[in-house]
């Protein structure tokens, strides 16, 4: 069986999340060209990461979503674990869930930090707000590397695990 956790963002140019020490007069040299790129991500604790571009969020564009994590873990069933989006509750998304032997575990309204999804893309738009960003396709291979690089670490999820499961993290890693 493989856990993992799913969530979707929008990464930004607009984001003004930079913060520096300066002696004097620092020069900032800004982007002011607006790219966002709406991104989902499955960040799972023994199986394959998946990140996909998506136009929209639509409970469509989650099943397309469900249907790649399947792809890349094609023999284990799968819980997914996932904030109350209207698109995640769609009667299509569980039917496609269930279809595919994938359990939706949803998290109580209100409480983001409880799915560490969301630290990577804290750390991710960390990134972009010091990046000079080109283009659209830059930002999205700036997503892609960090991602791969902040998937492959288990530090995300691990003290939120040990704390739900205690002794049995263990199996999972």
């Given at each position: ?48 990461s998946v990140l996909e571009f998506h ?102 999820a691990k003290s939120r695990m040990q704390k739900f499961l205690g002794n ?6």
């Open positions: 069986m493989i856990i993992g956790f799913l969530d979707e963002t929008s990464p930004q140019t607009t984001a003004n999340t930079q913060r520096l020490w300066s002696c004097g007069h620092p020069t900032l040299v800004k982007n002011t060209s607006k790219f966002r790129a709406n991104t989902f991500g499955f960040y799972p604790i023994n199986g394959c136009e929209h969020s639509k409970k469509e564009d989650v099943c397309e979503f469900l249907q790649a994590i399947r792809n890349k873990n094609p023999d284990a069933d799968i819980v997914i674990i996932l904030d109350n989006f209207r698109s995640h509750h769609a009667n299509k998304t569980r039917e496609f869930a269930d279809l595919n032997r994938m359990k939706l575990v949803y998290l109580p309204p209100y409480s983001p930090d409880l799915n560490p999804i969301e630290y990577i893309w804290k750390s991710i738009r960390r990134i972009i707000s010091r990046t000079f960003i080109q283009d659209l396709d830059h930002l999205k291979q700036i997503i892609l590397d960090a991602f791969k690089k902040f998937g492959c670490s288990l530090s995300f049995n993290f263990s199996i999972l890693s």
